[in-house]
């Protein structure tokens, strides 16, 4: 019957049915002869392979299968659909072979094929295959009921996590509590058809941790199936939070730097006539109590402004080059006074160190500002731990670390066993005036005045916290390899408590609530005094009292010209002439054009600082 079907007109017939047909037909007899194939791939011929068995067009490794695909149709009758290789012209073409059983009555008598070249389908396949294991981008599929279908290893690695453990698993059962709502709510949207981009949420590894992925997708309108892509961009949005911080310190630490500056003479000019009126009080009077309580409120006002100063990073550096263990050491008294019975101290000295270059006071005020810090947060007491050790911060470690930057470090640790922070703490702990204690137990400038230190010693400040797991400070100071001096402990010098003279002094100074106060001290010392209300006016009465005056006490900044410059002017009249600088602002960009050794007193200074000053002045210029 299959001969018959297979030789003349039989084949004609066959040839018009076929003939035209994309797929590759074929018949094969009991034997897996090809007796019919109505058209071959290129480098083949119907004449070459017509009467060759078919398992001649298979490579080795494919023969086995193949053969038994086609015995099983002809022993069972069951048609089948397998894959095989088959050699052509240009190389290995993949085809997908259908098998049908040809029946006379109950017999198979031969089996008739189908084969499809899916050659292309299935290189692009392996291609999209590839791409997704390969993809450093996250790559989910998710059911409609927000199973998680498919995940390729990116995602799995994310979360640390085996992709075992999350394929079938509710996607939302990875996502941060606090963005559940939003994220069922962009599901559901996409679910109906809606294109999403750029959606954000957070994803928890296996750690504990979040990450914050970045998602587009779109509904596959057959399945139901979400597909969505989704990118780590942790580090990126901590970056932008840092700059965010960065640029809002900087812009309050302007400002409070401003306030500063005019609060400084504010207060100089309510201690100078607090000293004035003390002066002339009996110590024992009523009014004398009163003006030393106002004197003792007006230096706590001053040490604020200086905290401020310090915060907006105007308070000038003194650097020296500072072991940070000896300075430590130093503390260590200072601060178990500090600190409560029920909190111990434990310092942690390692190996020699490199130095730093840095300004003492202000890093001793870093030290008790940390632990002034750590000793309200362990209410019930606990252990402070201080340890110094050098670092180097590579380039990869900023791809981790978004807030640090390369470079040789020393770093002092601070940590405490108290209450700890939130995130949303950590994020707002070094921000001025920002405080978790209570009315009247502080002033939220301890922090903020330790960032503005660091950074003004070019260094970093992080701070690692958890609730109920304490918190530990990190201050990144750049290493010097040079040694410090050692500390002078000699005896210190005697004060002269009488710094009367009878010279002549020219004040310049643009605030009058500063300068009447400031004169009266100066005559009541015995000099006598010219008073200017800006530098080019200053630089007027000195042509006018030339070889008079003995010493210019100059305000830094004042209206029409300031201090420095007006002093450039006037040593050209009085080449012998001593100055004495005074300033509301710390900021170094108004002292750039002072002379190298030039003596600032910062405001708001005290009676005795200034006489102190212009003696001093005097004095070495009469030896000189």
């Given at each position: 019957?299959?001969?018959?079907?297979?030789?003349?007109?039989?084949?004609?017939?066959?040839?018009?049915?076929?003939?035209?047909?994309?797929?590759?037909?074929?018949?094969?007899?009991p034997?897996?002869?090809?007796?019919?194939?109505?058209?071959?791939t290129?480098?083949?011929?119907?004449?070459?392979?017509?009467?060759?068995?078919?398992?001649?067009?298979?490579?080795?490794?494919?023969?086995?299968?193949s053969?038994?695909?086609?015995?099983?149709?002809?022993?069972?009758?069951?048609?089948?659909?397998?894959?095989?290789?088959?050699r052509?012209?240009?190389?290995?073409?993949?085809?997908?072979?259908?098998?049908?059983?040809?029946?006379?009555?109950?017999?198979?008598?031969?089996?008739?094929?189908?084969?499809?070249?899916?050659?292309?389908?299935?290189?692009?396949?392996?291609?999209?295959?590839?791409?997704?294991?390969?993809?450093?981008?996250?790559?989910?599929?998710?059911?409609?009921?927000?199973?998680?279908?498919?995940?390729?290893?990116?995602?799995?690695?994310?979360?640390?996590?085996?992709?075992?453990?999350?394929?079938?698993?509710?996607?939302?059962?990875?996502?941060?509590e606090?963005?559940?709502?939003?994220?069922?709510?962009?599901?559901?949207?996409?679910?109906?058809?809606?294109?999403?981009?750029?959606?954000e949420?957070?994803?928890?590894?296996?750690?504990?941790?979040?990450?914050?992925?970045?998602?587009?997708?779109?509904?596959d309108?057959?399945?139901?199936?979400?597909y969505?892509?989704?990118?780590?961009?942790?580090?990126?949005?901590?970056?932008?939070?840092?700059?965010?911080?960065?640029?809002?310190?900087?812009?309050?630490?302007?400002?409070?730097?401003?306030?500063?500056?005019?609060?400084?003479?504010?207060?100089?000019?309510?201690?100078?006539?607090?000293?004035?009126?003390?002066?002339?009080?009996?110590?024992?009077?009523?009014?004398?109590?009163?003006?030393?309580?106002?004197?003792?409120?007006?230096?706590?006002?001053?040490?604020?402004?200086?905290?401020?100063l310090?915060?907006?990073?105007?308070?000038?550096?003194?650097?020296?080059?500072?072991?940070?263990?000896?300075?430590?050491?130093?503390?260590?008294p200072?601060?178990?006074?500090?600190?409560?019975?029920?909190?111990?101290?434990?310092?942690?000295?390692?190996?020699?160190?490199?130095?730093v270059?840095?300004?003492?006071?202000?890093?001793?005020?870093?030290?008790?500002?940390?632990?002034?810090?750590?000793?309200?947060?362990?209410?019930?007491?606990?252990?402070?731990?201080?340890?110094?050790?050098?670092?180097?911060?590579?380039?990869?470690?900023?791809?981790?670390?978004?807030?640090?930057?390369?470079?040789?470090?020393?770093?002092?640790s601070?940590?405490?066993?108290?209450?700890?922070?939130?995130?949303e703490?950590?994020e707002?702990?070094?921000?001025?005036?920002?405080?978790?204690?209570?009315?009247?137990?502080g002033?939220?400038?301890?922090?903020?005045?330790?960032?503005?230190?660091?950074q003004?010693?070019?260094?970093?400040?992080?701070?690692?916290?958890?609730?109920?797991?304490?918190?530990?400070?990190?201050?990144?100071?750049?290493?010097d390899?040079?040694?410090?001096?050692p500390?002078?402990?000699?005896?210190?010098?005697?004060?002269?408590?009488?710094?009367?003279?009878?010279?002549?002094?020219?004040?310049?100074?643009?605030?009058?609530?500063?300068?009447?106060p400031?004169?009266?001290?100066?005559?009541?010392a015995?000099?006598?005094?010219?008073?200017?209300?800006?530098?080019?006016?200053?630089?007027?009465l000195?042509?006018?009292?030339?070889?008079?005056?003995?010493?210019?006490?100059?305000?830094?900044?004042?209206?029409?010209?300031?201090?420095?410059?007006?002093?450039?002017?006037?040593?050209?009249?009085?080449?012998?002439?001593?100055?004495?600088?005074?300033?509301?602002?710390?900021?170094?960009?108004?002292?750039?054009?002072?002379?190298?050794?030039?003596?600032?007193?910062?405001?708001?200074?005290?009676?005795?600082?200034?006489?102190?000053?212009?003696?001093?002045?005097?004095d070495?210029?009469?030896?000189?």
């Amino acid at each position: 019957m299959l001969d018959r079907w297979l030789s003349g007109e039989g084949l004609h017939v066959l040839d018009g049915i076929f003939g035209a047909a994309l797929d590759v037909i074929g018949v094969l007899d009991p034997e897996l002869t090809l007796r019919y194939v109505n058209w071959t791939t290129a480098g083949l011929t119907r004449e070459g392979v017509v009467g060759n068995s078919v398992l001649d067009l298979v490579p080795p490794g494919f023969k086995e299968s193949s053969r038994e695909a086609y015995l099983g149709v002809l022993r069972t009758g069951v048609g089948t659909r397998f894959e095989t290789i088959y050699r052509a012209e240009h190389g290995v073409l993949i085809w997908e072979v259908q098998v049908g059983p040809i029946r006379q009555g109950d017999e198979v008598i031969g089996l008739v094929t189908v084969a499809t070249d899916v050659t292309a389908q299935r290189s692009e396949a392996v291609d999209r295959e590839r791409f997704f294991s390969l993809s450093l981008d996250m790559l989910v599929v998710v059911t409609s009921d927000g199973r998680l279908k498919r995940i390729n290893p990116a995602f799995a690695e994310t979360l640390d996590v085996d992709m075992k453990d999350l394929l079938d698993r509710p996607f939302i059962d990875f996502v941060h509590e606090d963005d559940h709502a939003i994220t069922m709510v962009a599901f559901d949207k996409v679910r109906k058809g809606a294109y999403f981009s750029d959606f954000e949420n957070r994803y928890r590894r296996s750690d504990g941790k979040y990450r914050v992925f970045s998602w587009r997708g779109n509904v596959d309108p057959i399945t139901s199936d979400v597909y969505a892509v989704a990118r780590d961009i942790t580090e990126h949005r901590e970056a932008e939070n840092q700059l965010r911080h960065a640029q809002k310190m900087e812009a309050v630490g302007q400002l409070a730097g401003g306030v500063a500056h005019d609060f400084n003479n504010l207060m100089q000019a309510v201690l100078m006539n607090v000293e004035l009126g003390l002066a002339t009080e009996p110590s024992s009077s009523a009014v004398a109590e009163h003006l030393r309580e106002i004197a003792g409120a007006g230096q706590r006002a001053a040490d604020l402004t200086k905290q401020l100063l310090m915060f907006s990073r105007r308070q000038p550096l003194r650097r020296e080059l500072i072991d940070l263990h000896e300075l430590l050491r130093s503390l260590m008294p200072l601060l178990r006074r500090l600190l409560p019975e029920s909190v111990t101290i434990d310092l942690r000295v390692g190996d020699p160190l490199p130095s730093v270059s840095a300004d003492r006071t202000q890093l001793e005020q870093v030290v008790i500002n940390l632990c002034v810090n750590a000793r309200d947060a362990m209410v019930k007491g606990g252990a402070l731990t201080f340890e110094v050790e050098s670092v180097v911060i590579e380039d990869h470690d900023c791809e981790l670390h978004p807030w640090a930057r390369p470079g040789h470090f020393v770093r002092l640790s601070v940590t405490d066993t108290g209450e700890g922070m939130s995130s949303e703490l950590r994020e707002r702990v070094f921000e001025p005036f920002f405080t978790t204690k209570e009315n009247q137990r502080g002033t939220g400038l301890g922090l903020a005045t330790v960032y503005g230190i660091v950074q003004q010693h070019g260094g970093l400040v992080h701070v690692y916290s958890e609730l109920g797991r304490g918190a530990t400070f990190r201050i990144y100071l750049p290493a010097d390899e040079r040694q410090p001096k050692p500390i002078d402990t000699g005896a210190p010098l005697s004060q002269n408590t009488s710094f009367h003279g009878n010279e002549t002094i020219l004040v310049a100074e643009d605030e009058t609530v500063v300068s009447r106060p400031l004169i009266q001290m100066l005559q009541r010392a015995g000099y006598r005094t010219i008073s200017a209300m800006n530098g080019l006016e200053a630089v007027r009465l000195l042509n006018e009292h030339a070889g008079e005056v003995d010493l210019a006490l100059l305000d830094v900044v004042m209206p029409e010209l300031g201090g420095p410059q007006a002093w450039e002017h006037m040593r050209q009249v009085c080449p012998d002439l001593c100055v004495i600088f005074t300033s509301g602002y710390a900021d170094d960009r108004y002292r750039e054009h002072l002379p190298q050794d030039a003596e600032v007193l910062e405001k708001p200074f005290r009676r005795d600082e200034v006489l102190a000053a212009v003696r001093r002045k005097l004095d070495a210029r009469a030896d000189s």
